[in-house]
């Protein structure tokens, strides 16, 4: 009989398997929505940095004129001693939370909510940004790094500028004890195998390497030792020439 698939034993949700929330140092969103937040803007300085391995980002820890600490997302050229803005009529600065509709357009910003007072939801990775493109009454469209384009209250709040960290992934990591260490602090999945390479009592698409033996195309209701390879997918394999040429014949004559 064969051990449990990596999946299986994942979606049990044993310990092995649980993030390291204890290790975690800030629960990370913005001021709580207040009346300060809504009608007028706080003044913070920010005090020091924080790593916190719960994210790939720096934190910077500010504190604000009335008191209060908080921890928000570090852009990019960001030091000890800056200014940081909260508020709806926060200056227009780097690091400043402030809602989608007092931003201009065309100016990058993330770590953005996705309802007023969520916050922070979106782009929060390092390095990332997105686009605010244009507001029309109470929406504004944001272009996130996907190139997706998001319509989002205008009330939402959201940092200006590029999220510190960019390029850290360039750096080679050399040998696998680093990478080891680097997912351990998450309990990241590592290593991730190939099913091929296994047996095939351990893994669908097992026994015999570089073939499959069967479709990979699996069913969206399928229970989790057979979840795996193309999950609902709608086509596999290239696209047949003349299927393209027709989409381009149909698009020449809806021009």
């Known amino acids: 009989m064969g051990k449990l698939l990596k999946q299986q034993r994942r979606g049990k949700g044993s310990v092995a398997y649980h993030a390291p929330s204890h290790r975690y140092k800030v629960d990370l969103q913005f001021r709580k929505y207040d009346e300060k937040e809504k009608n007028s803007a706080i003044r913070g300085q920010v005090v020091g940095f924080v790593d916190d391995p719960a994210r790939g980002a720096l934190l910077m820890e500010i504190k604000f004129?009335?008191?209060?600490?908080?921890?928000?997302?570090a852009p990019e050229g960001a030091y000890v001693g800056q200014?940081?803005?909260?508020?709806?009529?926060?200056?227009?600065?780097?690091?400043?939370?402030m809602p989608l509709s007092k931003i201009p357009e065309g100016a990058p910003i993330f770590n953005i909510e996705l309802t007023p007072g969520d916050g922070g939801k979106l782009v929060r990775t390092p390095g990332s940004y997105?686009?605010?493109?244009?507001?029309?009454?109470?929406?504004?469209?944001?272009?996130?790094?996907?190139?997706?384009?998001?319509?989002?209250?205008?009330?939402c709040r959201a940092?200006?500028?590029?999220?510190?960290g960019g390029g850290k992934l360039e750096k080679p990591l050399m040998k696998a004890g680093a990478n080891f260490y680097k997912k351990h602090a998450q309990n990241r999945r590592w290593p991730v195998n190939r099913g091929v390479h296994m047996a095939a009592y351990n893994h669908p698409f097992g026994g015999?390497?570089?073939?499959?033996?069967?479709?990979?195309?699996?069913?969206?209701?399928?229970p989790p030792g057979r979840k795996v390879g193309h999950i609902a997918a709608r086509s596999v394999g290239r696209k047949k020439a003349h299927v393209e040429e027709k989409k381009m014949d149909e698009a020449k004559e809806g021009v």
């Open 65 to 73: 004129e009335d008191g209060s600490t908080s921890h928000f997302l």
């Open 83 to 97: 200014e940081i803005f909260s508020g709806a009529l926060a200056k227009i600065g780097l690091g400043n939370c």
């Open 159 to 164: 940092q200006l500028g590029v999220v510190c």
């Open 130 to 155: 997105a686009t605010l493109v244009s507001k029309e009454k109470n929406l504004a469209y944001v272009k996130l790094p996907s190139r997706q384009t998001l319509a989002l209250d205008v009330a």
């Open 208 to 222: 015999k390497q570089h073939h499959k033996g069967r479709s990979s195309m699996t069913s969206r209701n399928a």
